[in-house]
């Protein structure tokens, strides 16, 4: 019955994925939109509120030097420039202009009207991917804890679990996927855009890999290898494509997507023929990732411009991170407690 059910969830969200339609951006061909930032551009306000770094001399150059020299010490990093404040502030006033007259939020360049803390573009989002960072950091040393202190090891004072390494590239993966994630959200530009989706592939390529590995418990190196060359030169290609010739989000967006269902899957077929003592946990995990995958599905505009679907993805992952680093350590211990068994 649960494998039914963790099929069922994750053909559902399969088929979500796939066929959901990339919704096209109204915001910003909305005449009095583009007309406010044209202005914008030229006097360098928007209504009563005026940007320094938008005053242009007659040749063209910014007024009293660099525009990034006018913003404090804290904000100059954040690259706010003349035309992302106009965008900005004219998107806040048209959407409280859409708002007296009943009209729903639009997106505006692909994303929705958030509003900035701080200069943080997508604070919930930033809060969230640290938390992310924080509980993986604290999965991964606790792990790190148990193999080489709490655990016997061998006479070479290896550990007797043939996957300690695996799950410790997995933990560096996770805290530099998660990393990046916190810079992304807290400003969107080509470069931080770039390095998130590339630590996010090379993650769920690698998580692939390690569920292919620890379900068909491959243990030799030469079959690793055979294994991981294929799947380590498509990620590899894909990073590339997205990097030098098009960074195309709705293909990124399926290339995960299949990653992750197809790992699910690999997860749930193995908790349901295996006998390991943690397999509750792990169709724990295969259930909740795939209910996580389909609410991120119904993209809707940010509650008071700071929360949006993506953000309620990121808040669920925090407790699955912490119950998969409880499967690891789970697993850890029984691999080890079998193999201490066949040596005495």
Same mark, same amino acid.
């Given at each position: 019955?649960?494998?039914?059910?963790?099929?069922?969830?994750?053909?559902?969200?399969?088929?979500?994925?796939?066929?959901?339609?990339?919704?096209?951006?109204?915001?910003?061909a909305?005449?009095?939109?583009?007309?406010?930032?044209?202005?914008?551009?030229?006097?360098?306000?928007?209504?009563?509120?005026c940007?320094?770094?938008?005053?242009f001399?007659?040749?063209?150059?910014?007024?009293?030097?660099?525009?990034?020299?006018? !913003?404090?010490?804290?904000?100059?990093?954040?690259?706010?420039?003349?035309?992302?404040?106009?965008?900005?502030?004219?998107?806040?006033?048209?959407e409280?202009?859409?708002?007296?007259?009943?009209?729903?939020?639009?997106?505006?360049?692909?994303?929705?009207?958030?509003?900035? *803390?701080?200069?943080?573009?997508?604070?919930?989002?930033?809060?969230?991917?640290?938390?992310?960072?924080?509980?993986?950091?604290?999965?991964?040393?606790?792990?790190?804890?148990?193999?080489?202190?709490?655990?016997?090891?061998?006479?070479?004072?290896?550990? $007797?679990?043939? $996957?300690?390494?695996?799950?410790?590239?997995?933990?560096?993966?996770?805290?530099?996927?998660?990393?990046?994630?916190?810079?992304?959200?807290?400003?969107?530009?080509?470069?931080?855009?770039?390095?998130?989706?590339?630590s996010?592939?090379?993650?769920?390529?690698?998580?692939?890999?390690?569920?292919?590995?620890?379900?068909?418990?491959?243990?030799?190196?030469?079959?690793?290898?055979?294994?991981?060359?294929?799947?380590?030169?498509?990620?590899?290609?894909?990073?590339? $494509?997205?990097?030098?010739?098009?960074?195309?989000?709705?293909?990124?967006v399926?290339?995960?997507?299949?990653m992750?269902?197809?790992?699910?899957?690999?997860?749930? *077929?193995?908790?349901?023929?295996?006998?390991?003592?943690?397999?509750?946990?792990?169709?724990?995990?295969?259930?909740?990732?795939?209910?996580?995958?389909?609410? !991120?599905?119904?993209d809707?505009?940010? $509650?008071?411009?700071?929360?949006?679907?993506?953000?309620?993805?990121?808040?669920?992952?925090i407790?699955?991170?912490?119950?998969?680093?409880?499967?690891?350590?789970?697993?850890?211990?029984?691999?080890?407690?079998?193999?201490?068994?066949? *040596?005495?």
């Amino acid at each position: 019955m649960a494998m039914h059910l963790c099929y069922s969830l994750l053909l559902l969200t399969a088929l979500c994925f796939l066929l959901r339609p990339i919704a096209a951006t109204d915001g910003d061909a909305d005449p009095i939109y583009k007309g406010c930032v044209e202005q914008c551009e030229k006097t360098g306000c928007v209504g009563d509120r005026c940007f320094q770094h938008c005053k242009f001399s007659s040749d063209g150059k910014p007024v009293d030097g660099p525009w990034y020299m006018h !913003e404090p010490l804290y904000l100059r990093w954040k690259q706010w420039d003349c035309r992302t404040d106009c965008r900005y502030h004219c998107m806040l006033a048209r959407e409280e202009e859409r708002t007296k007259l009943g009209d729903k939020p639009v997106k505006y360049h692909g994303k929705w009207p958030f509003r900035r *803390v701080y200069g943080i573009q997508e604070p919930v989002a930033v809060a969230l991917s640290a938390l992310n960072l924080a509980i993986q950091f604290h999965g991964w040393v606790s792990f790190f804890i148990l193999v080489y202190y709490n655990l016997p090891l061998r006479p070479d004072k290896k550990t $007797y679990y043939e $996957y300690t390494g695996l799950w410790h590239i997995y933990g560096i993966l996770s805290m530099n996927s998660w990393l990046w994630s916190a810079v992304f959200h807290s400003r969107d530009v080509e470069l931080t855009q770039k390095l998130d989706y590339s630590s996010a592939v090379a993650l769920l390529g690698y998580t692939l890999l390690v569920a292919i590995l620890r379900a068909f418990n491959v243990r030799d190196e030469a079959t690793r290898v055979m294994i991981s060359a294929p799947l380590i030169a498509f990620v590899t290609t894909h990073i590339m $494509y997205l990097n030098f010739y098009n960074l195309a989000y709705g293909l990124n967006v399926k290339v995960c997507m299949i990653m992750a269902i197809l790992q699910l899957l690999i997860w749930a *077929v193995w908790a349901g023929i295996s006998k390991h003592p943690a397999r509750r946990k792990l169709w724990l995990v295969v259930v909740a990732g795939g209910i996580a995958m389909f609410l !991120e599905n119904f993209d809707f505009p940010p $509650y008071k411009g700071y929360v949006d679907a993506h953000a309620l993805w990121h808040a669920t992952t925090i407790p699955l991170t912490f119950l998969w680093w409880s499967f690891i350590r789970d697993d850890a211990e029984f691999r080890t407690s079998s193999l201490l068994k066949k *040596v005495k």
